[in-house]
């Protein structure tokens, strides 16, 4: 389970460990739980209390995470804004296109604004609940076509899901099950529009859905 787990984290963030792969792919339910690692990663600036801690916390994020996810918030943005019979293309087109550039940009600002008014553990939530999402897609959905998501969606158990939800419990109040309730229905909207405009998700859709949870996760903490 410990190569399993390297591999997750290998697999999700910019760390590189030596792990099992193989062993990740029948044990998807480590997910979230990497989300919760990254999550207290990028909390640390909110945790010590350093000024400008969102500005740290995004460094700290990009650092971490890397760019994969927002390579494919970039891709599903050009392909939301392509006409109907291009979306699958745009999905694939490897150039940023400006659907890409205004969802990126939409995004950096929404965690640079809100990143300032949520606490630390508001930060691990959004980032648990992120991952989670993806967690959802891997169970649940099917790929649009071969790749590293259908790769993982082979051994893919109703089960991971199961599993992957029990830290929800430590985070438990009303607020938090409203934002769970919130990301639940992101991801059949993303996963409704995924299969009407691309016939299926993909590595690109599932990074996209990290970052939409993420922001719209830490927006609603700080709002509630």
Known sequence: ??????????????????????????NLWLTPFVGILIGLIVSIPKIFDIPHSQFFCLLIYVAVEGINHIDGLADF????????????????????????????????????????????????????????VMLLFLVFSKPAWEGMASELMKFSKKRDVFVGFLPFFFFLDQEKILILIISIIIFLLIKKYSEINFGGVNGDVIGASN?????TSLIFSSLL
């Not at 389970?1 to 029948?26: C, N, P, Q, V, W």
């Open 1 to 26: 389970m410990l190569g399993a787990l390297r591999a997750a984290i290998s697999f999700f963030t910019t760390i590189k460990l030596d792990g099992d792969f193989e062993s990740f792919r029948r």
């Open 211 to 215: 970052c939409i949870t993420f922001s």
């Open 77 to 132: 943005g050009d392909a939301f804004f392509a006409p109907k019979d291009r979306k699958k293309k745009a999905l694939k087109d490897l150039n940023l296109g400006a659907g890409g550039v205004i969802f990126v940009s939409m995004y950096f600002l929404s965690l640079y604004h809100f990143l300032r008014y949520v606490e630390f553990e508001d930060l691990i939530f959004s980032q648990f609940l992120a991952k989670y």
